[in-house]
């Protein structure tokens, strides 16, 4: 069971007003969908292509996915989404591969990388986002999400420089 109608393959995003994007190739990932809805969401699949397995690998490919998605959302409603493609690549990753983000948050390198207060935080983010498996990884602008962005945002910032 997901935690949100919207995670679930089941959920209707057209039918919701959402505009669709399908069979995007952004970097190594060959025919994405992404799916947006003005000043509510942006909705990444993980059925469509190799997104999920792409995502799950690094957290480059999640922000490239970011990145791509945001450009969407900004041509076609004419003004930037709100959640910055740092934060939402780790929120893609998230629910990307929640079966090893305990091994990872667990390893002695990252501790040591994040410093053990922003390993515990992401870990706790871990928990609230991605506790279950998701079909999407929706990014709503006002989800509960929001309170991690200045921890993903630093801690992508630890991993790969600003």
């Known amino acids: ?3 949100w109608k919207e995670d679930t393959a089941n959920y209707d995003y057209a039918k919701d007003g959402y505009a669709i994007y399908d069979k995007l190739t952004i970097g190594s990932i060959k025919n994405a969908r992404i799916n947006t809805k003005y000043n509510r969401a942006i909705a990444v ?7 999920r397995d792409k995502c799950a690998l690094n957290l480059k490919n999640c922000y490239e996915v970011a990145v791509k998605a945001r450009n969407l959302y900004a041509t ?3 003004q930037h989404f709100p959640v910055s ?3 939402m690549a780790w929120e893609i990753w998230l629910h990307a591969m929640p079966e090893a983000l ?3 948050i667990d390893n002695k390198v990252v501790r040591f990388i994040l410093g053990t207060s922003l390993a515990g ?7 609230d986002i991605a506790g279950e498996h998701t079909d999407y990884a929706d ?3 006002t989800d509960k999400g929001r309170k991690w962005d200045d ?3 630093k801690a992508y910032d630890v991993i790969y420089g600003k």
């Open 151 to 153: 921890e993903f945002e």
């Open 139 to 141: 990014v709503g602008i």
């Open 1 to 3: 069971m997901t935690k």
């Open 45 to 51: 699949s993980f059925m469509h292509g190799n997104t």
């Open 76 to 78: 076609a409603y004419r």
């Open 102 to 104: 305990d091994t990872l």
């Open 121 to 127: 935080q992401i870990a706790k983010a871990a928990i």
């Open 85 to 87: 493609a740092k934060a």
